[in-house]
């Protein structure tokens, strides 16, 4: 159904757009979201470790640059 360009609709159009919309979506199944999940927490813990290891790594420079001892 095509509209009229600058035709206002209402809400009852809006919740049937939604609805229409919501029937083409495909939801993933349970393997999908566990296999998502797990990819998820893998990627996080990695970079949470790469950003230790450079903080650890620009500490100990400052450390030996500057001669400070930090708490």
């Known amino acids: 159904m095509a509209k009229e360009k600058g035709k206002k609709t209402g809400f009852g159009d ?4 939604i609805k ?5 979506v495909v939801w993933p199944t349970k393997k999908e979201v566990a296999s ?4 998820v927490i893998a990627t996080c813990a990695i970079f949470a470790l790469g950003f ?3 903080d650890t790594g620009v ?4 450390k ?3 001669g400070v001892q930090l708490g």
């Open 14 to 17: 809006y919740y049937k757009g």
């Open 36 to 39: 998502y999940t797990a990819v």
């Open 52 to 54: 230790w290891l450079i």
């Open 59 to 62: 500490l100990a420079a400052l």
């Open 20 to 24: 229409t919309e919501m029937k083409k």
């Open 64 to 66: 030996g640059i500057l």
